[in-house]
């Protein structure tokens, strides 16, 4: 990964942490390099105010410069969660 960036991702980990609204986030990549990310919000308004951070509009501008040929951004609702542990059984 580009240094650069690699450092605009750790600062965007940070800040996204002080921006009303944010609830968590998880991250996955393959050793290609391919991955995902999935961050979640209160509202679609906190995404809003996230996505005009003055730092994180810099973070993109550079990856779309810099680092990635091309990328996809999906906003998605969760209605439900679901879990199954199987210790839980006995």
Not at 6 to 31: A, I, W
Not at 64 to 73: R, T
Request: aromatic fraction near 14%; include cysteine.
């Amino acid at each position: 990964m580009d240094p650069v960036y690699h450092e605009f991702s750790n600062q965007m980990k940070e800040e996204v942490q002080n921006t009303p609204g944010f609830l968590g986030m998880e991250s996955y990549r393959e050793d290609s390099g391919k991955g995902v990310t999935i961050s979640y919000w209160k509202t679609t308004e906190s995404i809003e105010t996230w996505k005009q951070n003055t730092k994180h509009l810099l973070a993109q501008r550079y990856g779309k410069d810099h680092a990635y040929a091309n990328f996809d951004l999906k906003i998605c609702r969760v209605e439900r969660e679901y879990n199954f542990h199987s210790s839980e059984i006995n």
